[in-house]
């Protein structure tokens, strides 16, 4: 996966330097979203119940200085307004010769800003970055019905290997 490859997934082409419009920016999440409204984003993926600026601050910090998150934003720099985001989450591994390994998490784009390809650009924006980082893999859990979306970022189920279990708390 090279940007080459990904502008195949994308058409009309649109990067980052260029996500469509020129008010659109993606960057990486920083301290000041809070009030660009990123957690109201998030809202739209799950609950986010109630969550402070002070909250998010120190949630910030300890992700920072943890190390292996990357959390990438798009912004509406007309209206300063997060309008999307996916998280790159890393894990160091003893397995594959102390591999590094990729999580995707978190995807979302504003439901207004929806079909200007925002989800893929910010999905392979993230997957191409996991690679660039030296991840042996990325995977990803998802509901039913957006299997064939990410199918066709390149996210394959492995027969015999794709089950997402939990043990909610
Ligand atoms: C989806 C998300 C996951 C998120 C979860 C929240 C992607 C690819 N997957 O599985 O990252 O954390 O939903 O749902 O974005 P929950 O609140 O039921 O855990």
Redesign the pocket.
């Known amino acids: 996966l090279d940007w080459a490859s990904v502008l195949q997934f994308l058409n009309p082409p649109i990067t980052n330097e260029q996500p469509g419009e020129e008010w659109l920016l993606v960057r990486p999440l920083k301290l000041s979203d809070f009030d660009r409204g990123y957690l109201q984003i998030l809202s739209q993926?799950?609950?986010v119940g109630n969550v402070s600026k002070a909250n998010f601050e120190s949630q910030f910090q300890k992700m920072r200085n943890t190390g292996g998150h990357y959390i990438t934003v798009i912004e509406d720099t007309k209206i300063n307004k997060i309008i999307g985001s996916?998280?790159l989450i890393t894990e160091f591994k003893f397995i594959h010769e102390c591999a590094l390994r990729g999580?995707?998490?978190?995807?979302?784009v504003n439901n207004t800003y929806r079909g200007k390809q925002l989800g893929k650009l910010i999905?392979l924006t993230v997957t191409l970055l996991s690679k660039k980082l030296g991840c042996y893999k990325m995977s990803?859990?998802?509901?039913d019905a957006?299997i064939p979306y990410?199918k066709s970022l390149g996210y394959k189920s492995e027969p015999g290997n794709s089950n997402?279990m939990?043990n909610?708390f």
Do not use: Q
Not at 140 to 143: A, F, P, V
């Open positions: 993926l799950t609950n996916a998280s999580r995707l998490e978190d995807v979302v999905v990803l859990d998802c509901k957006l990410y997402s939990m909610r």
